[in-house]
């Protein structure tokens, strides 16, 4: 889980950078470039069957293993447990499944265009899907980027807690680093979401 | 009954135990598969020793009341354990650690098991350290030792203030080892109810499984008792709830001797009792003493405003204080032995000067200490310890002084056993404070961790190996054979009788009963008209609880009500014991404090000249017990008056 | 002081169990939790009811054999205490105490609070030990131990088997129990040889047994009456990677 986390959360900087593309006033012309090249390159390529792959993975091994758990006590509390913990902590299932539904709806409007599974009238001149406007198209309408936005912040707490438990899982805990890795952590659940947020924002309010 | 035959070997006093080992009996490795052993308790005794022989290669068959091993009460001990290693360099030895032990004593134990001790004490630390057990640490890297219990060399390794924890779990993880080896087999949630003897020989035990209420038969080929202290008899104790002296009580109906029972410690440094409620009391270590001066108020007026809670320890000046452990023993101060302390703290607060809400506690006051070293040395010491003070009296005693009264922690007095450890029963061993070998009428500080494990580890493998090599022709006996079926038989008549009762009264509101006659009467002061009135009342109170205790439930289940009720039964009997022989020892020695036989500074008045045994009894039914007398001989050493002036 | 009880009651392994509720008045508030609950018991039986039973033993904190649940967590409201050194004063009055028994697979209830935690013991007979026999060791000043690391160990060592880290973990994890042990002897020169061979059985002991999964909520860490830390589970983590790739 550690490892497929850390190399998700690597996942989501390269994601933010492609989509910091779409603030440049150029029409989407670095945009889209950015994703005709990720669409068509073959190492790019290759590393697409691994990101799934990893994807696939992290959601698999996450709901084996939380399965498990909950097996593990098949008698439940009548009071729910009051001792402390970090809150986001207790519910990395649930914003789980919460992005894994945001993911479909990702893929329904950006990923499935490229394959031609789902019908596209956004064509650039070289008769590639449009994704630039594709993209204005969706966050120029409030309710879509409401939903963006909350998904995203959702998105936010489940790397909150993600990062410094990779790091616990993984073996990463000394007393000299640990406030570096939270502080990291924390920092990073905050600017990537950030990152992601201004981005409807942008096309909602500033343009 | 023939004289008691203590089987020590001879040769000067140093060469014993080499020359036991030199010229015992072995079994070969064949045979020792061939030969079941029971242990009765995983404390460090218990464990060590079940450990050790399943190493050799006997089958072992361990059980235990708790849950799991690991809980056996040897782990509360906080203190440490005592070693002749003479790391520090201040002039410790075998020989040293061998005297102070006698001498603390107050020479009522046997010599040549004392020296024994000390001379395997070094291996225990061996042992312990190469189990991974974390001892204090040196920044060097080496053992750290501290000095305790008024001890003049630094000879006690400690880990924090869980010594006992750690090497209780050290012993258990050897246990968990051999069982998983397969070598010992464990048996949680077992109360041993009796031993099996067949043509005069220990060769099994029944015990209950707790939860389904079974009874079950177990062979064994020799049978160890280590099941502790008897100090539950007293109800309030540092014991713990479960520790009982049922075993060694069930033993001694069969035929095994009980020495010494009057020789019971008072430690000085516990908690006070606070209400009828309370269920036991809590020790804080000893090493307290190390930097806490013990005082009460110097006028009477003083303590009895302090009681009525109008007049606070810290508002009562310095001229007022009387630090009476510095005033009557200007050499050892406050870490005068335990028995000392005690009884110096009881003498003051039945004089009136006892503070706290029940007049039964004295301060022990750290105010000079952290301005001499400061807080942060005085936490680092002891912070424990004061946090756990601050959770059950509320009261934070960086700022005021603690409160503390002495309290039964341990028993000195045991069943009887010779140089091999095996008791009058022949193949019937007792190791650890079940038996009364090494303490004499006095335990000193860190002592009962280093015998407890001197025992399991180095003693019972040599000395059972010795037995049981001439047990190599006995096949394993069927649990069907009439010595079983009769025992078992015993077992269930009494628990059915116990049942039947059903009287009005709990099994807690006698054995309360019985704590405070014990207390009262039989506790720090004893005279002879007390302890008279002692076991008159108790005899009452037995009758009484055999015609009124109310066990609710069935034998065939678990029932916790029975498990109890069971041991006070046994209670009953054994405070009557007590108190007949503290009645009998007519003299004061360590923790038996007769007031007729007292120095005029209030000290101990020892009686060698006719008080210099081992009192052995027999039981020969209820409440009647024979006396018998092994003489202690002292070839080594010059008995002397113990003065901590 | 005035109280509500509700506490779970269950006839044997085999049964299922219910809440009953008992009212109690006149209690201390100096009293420990247990000797409330002796105090119930003497009460339950004088009306020749069933006394509750539960775990205990020492009573001073340090055997880990009470474990009770109270009001959602193990060893109740206080930090850092067991439930036999937990006292009255940490409610108020008329207050209404829930009491559970732990709740985990591999514990199951024997009977009302009282389960059965031999798996613990089985984890350890995997290799809780360093495998020295009696009579074999080494002088003990031969081996030396810098005095950071023994410190490392002993508040590793420190832990009691009570359980509560897998009645507090959402999981009924029971990492920070196997990492205190595995951790102890990782720290230490004597338990270096068998290393590997510890943390992958003991590991897998614990699988077993089923409990759950570490997801690192660190309900363990603040519910354990040593307070033995979260870091322990990192070392073995890490001890677990360093052993299965090579």
Not at chain 2, 299 to 307: P, S, W
Not at chain 2, 409 to 425: C, I, N, P
């Amino acid at each position: 889980m550690s490892l497929l986390g850390i190399f998700l959360m690597i996942f989501l900087v390269v994601h933010l950078g492609i989509n910091l593309c779409l603030l440049r006033s150029d029409g989407g012309a670095w945009f889209n470039a950015a994703a005709h090249f990720m669409g068509t390159n073959y190492i790019v390529k290759v590393f697409e069957v691994i990101l799934f792959g990893g994807f696939i993975l992290h959601i698999l091994i996450g709901t084996i293993l939380q399965i498990q758990n909950w097996m593990s006590r098949p008698v439940r509390y009548k009071v729910t447990n009051k001792t402390y913990t970090p809150f986001l902590s207790k519910y990395m299932i649930y914003t789980g499944i919460i992005i894994l539904i945001f993911l479909l709806i990702h893929f329904m409007n950006f990923y499935f265009i490229r394959l031609g599974w789902v019908s596209n009238p956004n064509i650039t001149a070289e008769g590639e899907p449009d994704f630039y406007l594709i993209a204005q198209e969706l966050f120029v309408q409030p309710a879509y980027s409401l939903l963006y936005i909350i998904l995203i912040i959702i998105l936010g707490f489940h790397l909150n807690h993600a990062f410094q438990s990779a790091w616990q899982t993984l073996g990463v805990n000394h007393p000299q680093y640990n406030g570096f890795i939270r502080w990291f952590g924390t920092i990073y659940a905050i600017l990537i979401p950030l990152g992601f947020i201004f981005i409807p924002l942008y096309f909602l309010l500033i343009r | 009954m023939a004289e008691l035959n203590a089987k020590v070997p001879s040769g000067p006093l140093s060469s014993k135990w080499s020359r036991y080992k030199d010229h015992q009996n072995l079994v070969n490795p064949n045979n020792k598969r061939k030969l079941d052993i029971i242990v009765v308790g995983t404390g460090l005794a218990g464990a060590s020793a079940a450990a050790s022989l399943g190493e050799m290669g006997f089958n072992v068959k361990i059980f235990c009341y708790q849950d799991s091993p690991r809980r056996a009460h040897s782990i509360a001990a906080q203190g440490g354990i005592n070693a002749a290693k003479n790391y520090p360099n201040d002039g410790d030895s075998i020989y040293r650690l061998f005297y102070d032990t006698i001498k603390g004593g107050d020479y009522r134990a046997r010599e040549a098991n004392v020296y024994r001790l000390a001379e395997v004490s070094n291996a225990i630390i061996d042992q312990c350290v190469a189990q991974g057990v974390p001892f204090a640490r040196e920044y060097g890297g080496s053992l750290e030792n501290r000095s305790f219990g008024g001890a003049q060399v630094s000879r006690t390794f400690f880990a924090r203030g869980q010594t006992g924890q750690q090497l209780l779990l050290g012993a258990y993880s050897a246990l968990s080892r051999q069982i998983k080896l397969g070598t010992v087999k464990m048996f949680n949630r077992h109360e041993m109810m009796d031993v099996v003897i067949i043509d005069g020989k220990a060769r099994g035990i029944i015990a209950r499984d707790l939860i389904t209420g079974k009874l079950e038969r177990h062979f064994g080929h020799a049978v160890v008792i280590a099941s502790g202290g008897y100090g539950n008899v007293f109800y309030l104790s540092t014991n713990a709830m479960g520790s009982n002296g049922s075993a060694i009580w069930q033993i001694f109906k069969k035929g095994a001797f009980f020495a010494n029972p009057c020789f019971t410690q008072i430690h000085p440094t516990c908690i006070p009792v606070h209400g009828d409620y309370q269920s036991k009391l809590t020790l804080m270590s000893e090493s307290l003493r190390n930097d806490g001066r013990i005082w009460v108020p110097k006028k009477k007026e003083d303590a009895e405003a302090n009681r009525k809670g109008k007049l606070k320890a810290n508002d009562i000046p310095e001229e007022n204080r009387d630090y009476f452990l510095e005033r009557r023993y200007p050499a050892f101060g406050n870490l005068v032995p335990r028995d000392v302390a005690s009884r110096a703290a009881k003498e003051r607060c039945d004089a009136g000067y006892g503070v706290g809400p029940t007049g039964l506690a004295v301060f022990l006051d750290f105010k000079e200490s952290i301005g001499r070293l400061g807080k942060n040395v005085i936490e680092e010491r002891y912070g424990n310890l004061f946090q756990m003070y601050e959770k059950i009296v509320d009261e934070n005693p960086y700022e005021n002084p603690m409160m503390i009264y002495p309290a039964v922690h341990y028993t000195m007095g045991g069943v009887w056993v010779d140089y091999e450890l095996m008791s009058t029963v022949t193949g019937l061993f007792v190791a650890g404070e079940a038996n009364f070998s090494d303490h004499g009428a006095n335990r000193l500080g860190a002592s009962a961790l280093m015998q407890g494990l001197a025992d399991g580890y180095f003693v019972l493998p040599y000395t059972l190996q010795n037995y049981l090599s001439g047990e190599i022709k006995v096949a394993r006996i069927s649990t069907d054979k009439t010595e079983f079926a009769e025992t078992e038989k015993n077992v269930r008549q009494r628990l059915e009788k116990l049942m039947a009762i059903k009287g009005t009264k709990t099994v807690d509101h006698f054995h309360k009963e019985l704590g405070k006659i014990m207390w009262e009467n039989v506790g720090m002061g004893r005279t002879e008209a007390r302890l008279k009135k002692a076991i008159e009342l108790i005899r009452k109170l037995r009758a009484e609880f055999w015609k009124d205790v109310k066990i609710p439930g069935t034998p065939d289940e678990l029932n916790v009500e029975l498990e109890k009720a069971n041991r006070v039964a046994d209670f009953m009997e054994m405070g009557e014991l007590i108190a007949l022989d503290a009645l009998d020892r007519k003299e004061s020695c360590g923790g038996h404090f007769r007031e007729e036989y007292q120095t005029e500074e209030g000290e101990c008045l020892r009686n060698d000249q006719d008080y210099k045994y081992v009192a052995a009894w027999e039981y020969k039914s209820e409440g009647n017990f024979v006396l018998h007398k092994e003489p202690l001989v002292y070839e080594e050493i010059e008995v002397k008056q113990r003065v901590y002036k | 002081m005035k109280l509500i009880l509700k506490i779970w009651r269950q006839k044997d392994a085999k049964s299922s169990g219910k809440f009953v509720t008992y009212n109690l008045d006149n209690i201390s508030p100096n009293c420990s939790f247990l000797e409330m609950l002796d105090i119930l018991n003497e009460q339950l039986i004088s009306q020749d009811k069933d006394p509750v039973v539960f775990d205990h033993d020492c009573r001073e904190g340090i055997c880990g054999m009470c474990s009770l649940y109270i009001n959602g967590r193990p060893h109740g409201p206080d930090d850092a205490v067991t439930a036999c050194q937990l006292h009255m004063r940490k409610f108020r009055d008329g207050d209404t105490i829930i009491i559970e028994p732990w709740r985990a697979k591999p514990f199951p209830v024997i009977k009302d609070l009282m389960v059965d935690r031999t798996a613990f013991d089985k984890i350890i007979q995997e290799g809780g030990y360093i495998s020295v026999n009696t009579g074999g060791a080494a002088e003990a000043s031969s081996i030396l131990v810098s005095k950071k690391n023994a410190e490392l160990a002993m508040d590793a060592a420190a832990c009691i088997g009570c359980g509560a880290c897998v009645a507090a973990c959402k999981n009924a994890s029971a990492m920070l129990f196997v990492s205190a042990k595995v951790s102890q002897f990782a720290l230490l020169p004597q338990g270096q040889l068998e290393a590997k061979e510890r943390v992958k059985k003991m590991v897998k002991k614990m699988d077993e047994l089923g409990f759950g999964n570490c997801t690192n909520t660190y309900a363990c860490e603040a519910e354990c009456p040593k307070l033995i830390s979260r870091s322990n589970i990192a070392r073995m983590n890490r001890e677990f990677f360093c052993a299965k790739v090579s």
